[in-house]
């Protein structure tokens, strides 16, 4: 039994967390959330000169081909940053789209650049409120143009290229399609969300030039196993929220006094942390073993992920808001930093689909594997 | 990352599991025991070819084995494994008590039959006053010449009818502080002035009993620690209790609750196709998942030798609340017939109303829920202890249910 992260692992963790505390801390988030710019510059150009952008690419296509499991590394520790910058979107999602279903042009074309930080990808599936369906999905593609609008795309307005999903008559109802958005048929504004340090833009594809990634009419089933597989990064990333959040509360705690005495020495405090971190243990643990299905490909990638995920989004939401609980008034405050975990808490618990809806993909991929824990 | 044994441990896997599959009691054997003759055949077994407390040293006639090879002993005894329960409290805690306090003398006199189940032992630490606040004890020791004299009272003691030995906490000074005037013994069961009498559980069944002590003598060569010293022993096998405490297999798990699903109805559809259902089901999933693979992360510490992390601590604390709401959720899913505990009339035998009258315990034995997130608060996040009224207070002084002045205490309600 080796159920832990090895020693090249361990020390990629420990530069992740040094460089992070170092270019990151809560002062760059918050630079973020309040100013204009749409992400953190000066923290992107470290992480892209640390190789954090080539981890997973082959080095034929300028990464560094490092296995998913450093991937698994950098997503808690940008998690328990709560980084502001367009990591999960360009590295999850674009990046392993191509990965997963890039032409060898395509891979030639994107990769490189992606690997150097010279282009930053996003992903544009949501279209309206509700989970998403191949049945929904109202951009269509006509002679290698998209017309349709995506509303919320997460670093749109920074991004080079978008994966975009647009319906197909064929196959499964959806194809994958890669589009430039510096084209001048793209127009992007800018959304408000819950979580200002990651940009959102509504994207208006208004027949936008675009080539097909992956064959026509398999759109849909490509998307799957593209989030399964980022569920679990994401699950890290909020497994590491979690964990900032659970030690932001217990630090509090210890040094805030009320009625005479520490409030971590009441039992109220002391249970409600407890709970977070037994939230904490049970998601991390899952995470490993997605963290293990994604490195091998494993045929429970499904159920891991979904476990995985599910799990995490309920322990940093419950850990993000008992954190601000435990601050009391001062958690409530604009200056205080707990609003930074509950925001990203559920930017997160949405980004890639909400918690109702991978708790219903879990026991779907359970009943299809036929598998019980 | 892998699931993999290392190649020690799969040689020693397929040692035990050739073992095992040689030596596991037949029908006919065990035909006519009763379950404590049933296991006390399959551990005397076990110990004569060195596959009894594996952790245990050589000359008490154990193996001197490692944590990962005991987890892997375990693995492979599977169902046989059960009959091991009754020595668990034995084994599990009195043993590494008297390994850290005993003499030699003792160690070689009680330790093997210990080991190799001819004689099971008992632990005699809760009373009615003395609960999470265990310390709180009222069982008192007066010394007289070479021996101690005990009166009072314990309960919840699993197997005392069927026990030889059992490890005791008394006071022997009621006045200092409470954890100060603790002292510390081992006993014979079938010592005259025991009695012993089963306690009937919400659920029917009786597995604990009172024990009172009138006038009990025990010598002071009997005494684990020095007079006073009973907290400190106390804490050497509280420390083993946690370690042997596990999740607690209650039996109702999300394959017993998946299948109920699956043979029940809402609205004229199987269940399993309701949304609230599924969602129930995830979250149980989860949680089973998450202990699972905690586990794995403990055993892949042991295996390249070191200590497990705190996150083996939350196993009974999340599995007994969780088997508690399964239980009544599947009731649910029954609906009328939920209540029905007749195992000819009702759904997998009744599992589901079994457990539901049977873990109420498990969120108390071993530690309540609360003392267990108690325990993660203060050892894991490193918070601080609840200010201690009784702190510095001698025990005689200390105010009690029945308080010091003897009045009742004041009721919350009429």
Redo the contacts between chains.
């Keep these: ?6 020693e090249e692992h361990n020390l990629l963790r420990d530069q992740a967390a040094r460089l992070l505390a170092d270019k990151s801390d809560f002062t760059e988030v918050r630079a973020v959330l309040e100013g204009e710019a749409s992400y953190s510059k000066s923290l992107w150009d470290a992480v892209v000169e640390q190789g954090w952008t080539a981890v997973a690419i082959p080095e034929e296509y300028g990464g560094l081909a490092m296995d998913r ?1 450093a991937l698994c590394v950098l997503a808690e520790e940008l998690g328990r940053a709560v980084a502001p910058i367009p990591y999960s979107s360009s590295v999850y999602l674009a990046t392993e789209a191509l990965l997963m279903a890039g032409s060898q042009a395509q891979k030639e074309a994107w990769l490189p650049k992606l690997a150097a930080g010279d282009a930053i990808g996003t992903f544009a599936l949501a279209e309206r409120h509700g989970r998403q369906t191949p049945q929904l999905i109202e951009t269509r593609a006509a002679s290698g143009t998209l017309t349709g609008t995506k509303l919320p795309v997460a670093d749109g307005d920074v991004a080079d290229f978008a994966i975009v999903v647009a319906a197909s008559d064929k196959g499964d109802g959806a194809s994958l399609w890669i589009a430039d958005l510096s084209a001048s048929n793209v127009s992007k504004s800018p959304v408000t969300t819950l979580d200002p340090s990651r940009s959102h833009v509504q994207l208006v594809l208004d027949g936008a030039p675009a080539e097909p990634l992956g064959a026509d009419g398999e759109g849909w089933a490509l998307t799957q196993k593209l989030f399964d597989q980022a569920a679990v990064l994401f699950a890290w990333e909020q497994v590491g929220g979690a964990d900032r959040a ?1 030690n932001m509360a ?1 630090d509090y ?2 040094q805030r006094y009320a009625f005479g ?2 409030i ?4 109220a ?3 409600k ?3 977070a ?2 939230k904490n ?6 995470c ?2 997605g ?2 299905a994604l ?1 091998t490909n494993a045929a429970e990638l499904a159920v891991a992920a ?2 995985a995920r ?2 995490a989004t ?1 322990a940093f939401y419950y850990a993000s808001k008992e954190n601000i609980q435990t601050h009391g008034g001062m958690g409530f405050t604009w200056e205080f930093d707990c609003q930074f975990l509950y925001r990203r808490a559920k930017l997160l618990s949405v980004n890639i689909g909400s918690e ?1 809806a ?3 993909k ?2 779907t991929a ?2 299809q594997s036929n598998l ?2 | ?6 190649p020690e ?1 799969a040689r020693l896997r397929e040692e035990a599991r050739k073992w095992i599959r040689a030596n596991t009691p037949t029908d006919q054997e065990l035909a006519g025991l009763d379950y404590i003759a049933q296991s006390k055949l399959w551990q005397k077994r076990k110990y004569d070819a060195g596959w009894a407390c594996i952790r245990w040293p050589e000359q008490y006639g154990c193996r001197g084995g490692s944590a ?1 090879e005991q987890v892997i002993f375990g693995q492979e005894e599977g169902k046989v494994g059960e009959l091991s329960g009754v020595f668990a409290i034995g084994q599990g805690m009195a043993g590494p008590t008297m390994m850290a306090y005993a003499s030699e003398a003792q160690k070689k006199r009680y330790l093997p039959p210990l080991a190799s189940g001819e004689e099971i032992w008992c632990q005699l630490f809760s009373e009615p006053a003395g609960g999470s606040d265990l310390a709180a004890l009222r069982t008192t020791a007066v010394r007289d010449g070479d021996d101690w004299v005990i009166n009072g009272q314990k309960i919840w003691t699993s197997g005392a009818h069927y026990s030889d030995y059992g490890i005791l906490v008394t006071r022997s000074d009621p006045d200092v502080p409470k954890h100060k005037g603790l002292t510390y013994f081992f006993l014979s069961m079938k010592s005259p002035g025991i009695e012993i009498k089963p306690i009937k559980q919400i659920s029917g069944d009786s597995n604990f009993n009172e024990v009172y002590f009138n006038n009990v003598r025990i010598p002071d060569s009997q005494r684990l620690g020095e007079v006073g010293q009973g907290w400190q022993v106390s804490i050497t096998t509280l420390m083993n209790e946690r370690m042997s405490i596990g999740a607690g297999g209650s039996g109702a ?3 017993r609750v ?1 299948d109920l699903a699956q043979s029940t109805y809402i609205n004229d559809r199987p269940a ?1 196709e309701d ?1 609230a259902v ?2 129930k ?3 149980w ?10 586990s ?2 403990t ?3 042991l ?2 030798g070191a200590t497990p992390g705190p ?1 083996s601590s ?1 196993g009974k ?2 599995g007994a609340p969780k088997a508690q709401e399964m239980a009544n959720f599947a009731m649910d899913l029954m609906d009328m017939t939920g209540a029905i505990r007749d195992p000819e009339l009702t759904e997998q035998e009744a599992l589901f109303q079994e457990v539901y009258m049977a873990i109420p315990g498990l969120r108390i034995a071993g530690g309540t829920d ?1 003392i ?3 325990i ?3 050892r ?8 201690r009224v009784d702190k510095g207070v001698a025990f005689k002084d200390v105010p009690t249910s029945a308080s010091s002045d003897g009045r009742e205490p004041a009721r919350v309600c009429a």
């Excluded at chain 1, 039994?1 to 090895?6: Q, V, Y």
């Excluded at chain 2, 990352?1 to 290392?6: E, G, H, L, R």
């Excluded at chain 2, 999933?285 to 905690?294: A, D, F, I, P, V």
Aim: one cysteine or more; charged letters at 20%; a negative charge.
């Design positions: 039994m080796n159920f832990e992260f090895d499991l659970l217990r705690a210890m005495r520490p971590a020495s009441f039992q405090i002391k249970h942390l407890a709970n971190y037994v243990t049970l998601a991390r643990s899952n490993y073993y963290a293990w490195d979904a476990t599910v799990s309920q109702a991978w708790q219903e879990l026991i359970v009943e019980a824990a | 990352m892998d699931f993999n044994d290392s441990e990962m798990n999300f394959k998946f399993i949304s599924r969602a089901l995830a979250d999933y989860c949680q089973e998942s998450g202990l699972k693979y905690t794995f992360r055993m892949s510490a295996s390249r996150e939350i604390l999340v609360e267990m997130a108690n993660i608060a203060e894991v996040l490193g918070m601080p202890q609840d200010i």
